[in-house]
């Protein structure tokens, strides 16, 4: 297995648990990371060392700076030039990329010590900043990931482009995604579109509405201008207007759009029905879409750019018998076949959602091998360790070309 150094903006992050279950299914199939949190997170999980970066270290440029430039001056022209490419889009581009570049300044000598094969950025930005920077000061191939804000978000990253250019892989979960890439001229086979995978499959017990008289319903995310919640909470004011089922919506997820959405709540008189339930486990999560019929995604385009690829909570609803119901819009109708193991319509169309959700309400056992699709689709085309297999396997071809 090759060594590798796996780089992380922060980690773990709460909300990314996608990532988490990667690194265990990674570690299972035999490849050890080693972590680097590059912003905040723990000096230790599931009793793995986290190789955490003090921001405070980089009061140590003023050395570094000159060092790696007498050291490595082509390969610290490259970086520079890279950099200076073009004007950099905003604030946040500015910091995120000042910080991997930082980070791999002052970290580079002792990460050259451990004699790694290869370096990857998890995503496109602020780590792989760091590998990209990491990769020419010390001569070693790196790859990166790129799935859906760090691709997409207005201005792009700062360098992506030329991060692209010199990535050995670029790892995609979405089609939408890898149709970006391909898009900013990275077409020449290096693109591998691997989707995110599920470790656990829950058993639903039942197909029957899962609360006699009132239609359980489900969405989960950051609450962030690109999950569409302000278009949820229009298609939940339209059905509790236009039709007599009781309903109960559970939106779980934490954000800074959360005391926004409940004055939208209370605005339209849906207090009684609708609850935001903050930040929960993911195994409550899981636990919670075996409690609900239908799991509704509405995700959008936000007005800088962001938008999802391959939403995870949708394989996981789909795992857990819940119906699905998403947007239209970027990947999230890629995780099932359209009216076959779920429904894509238009969030800025409500009409089309309440329609089927009415429908649902009035006859489920219509919908029963939908549910049941979808649960298959799930478990074939979103196993973490098929993505385990997979990604190993690209690790090691690059690995074995660089030597």
């Not at 995604?177 to 591998?192: E, P």
């Amino acid at each position: 297995m090759p060594k590798i150094a796996f780089f992380y903006a922060t980690f773990p992050r709460p909300t990314e648990t996608f990532v988490r279950r990667e690194l265990r299914a990674l570690r299972s199939a035999g490849l050890f990371p080693h972590v680097y949190s590059l912003w905040k997170g723990s000096s230790e999980w599931e009793g793995i060392k986290i190789n955490r970066f003090r921001i405070l270290a980089l009061w140590t440029l003023p050395f570094w700076i000159p060092y790696w430039a007498w050291k490595r001056p082509n390969a610290f022209r490259e970086v520079l030039k890279a950099m200076w490419s073009r004007p950099c889009p905003n604030l946040q581009n500015w910091n995120e990329t000042f910080l991997g570049l930082g980070f791999a300044l002052v970290e580079a000598k002792a990460i050259k010590s451990q004699n790694f094969d290869l370096f990857h950025g998890v995503w496109a930005t602020m780590p792989t900043t760091a590998a990209f920077t990491l990769s020419k000061l010390l001569n070693k191939p790196f790859s990166m990931g790129a799935h859906a804000y760090d691709l997409f978000r207005t201005g792009g990253d700062w360098i992506l482009r030329e991060k692209l250019k010199y990535a050995s892989m670029i790892r995609t979960s979405s089609n939408s995604s890898a149709k970006r890439l391909f898009d900013l001229q990275t077409d020449d086979g290096r693109v591998k579109e691997i989707r995110r995978g599920l470790s656990v499959f829950p058993t639903r017990k039942s197909f029957e509405l899962a609360k006699h008289g009132e239609l359980q319903m489900i969405s989960v995310g950051r609450l962030v201008e690109k999950k569409g919640y302000f278009q949820l909470l229009n298609i939940l004011n339209l059905f509790q207007r236009t039709n007599r089922f009781n309903f109960k919506m559970r939106i779980v997820g934490g954000g800074p759009l959360y005391r926004s959405l409940q004055k939208e709540i209370d605005r339209l008189g849906l207090s009684g029905n609708v609850i935001l339930t903050g930040s929960k486990a993911e195994e409550d999560v899981r636990n919670l879409f075996l409690e609900s019929d239908i799991m509704l995604f509405t995700g959008i385009i936000a007005q800088n750019g962001d938008r999802d690829g391959i939403p995870n909570v949708i394989p996981e609803a789909m795992s857990a018998g819940c119906l699905i119901l998403a947007s239209c819009y970027a990947g999230a109708s890629e995780a099932f076949v359209d009216g076959v193991s779920g429904f894509s319509f238009n969030p800025f169309k409500p009409a089309e959602w309440v329609e089927c959700i009415y429908d649902f309400a009035a006859n489920p056992e219509k919908y029963l091998k939908i549910r049941k699709s979808a649960q298959i689709d799930a478990r074939e085309r979103f196993n973490i360790n098929q993505t385990a297999v997979k990604m190993i396997g690209a690790f090691q071809r690059i690995a074995n070309k660089s030597k």
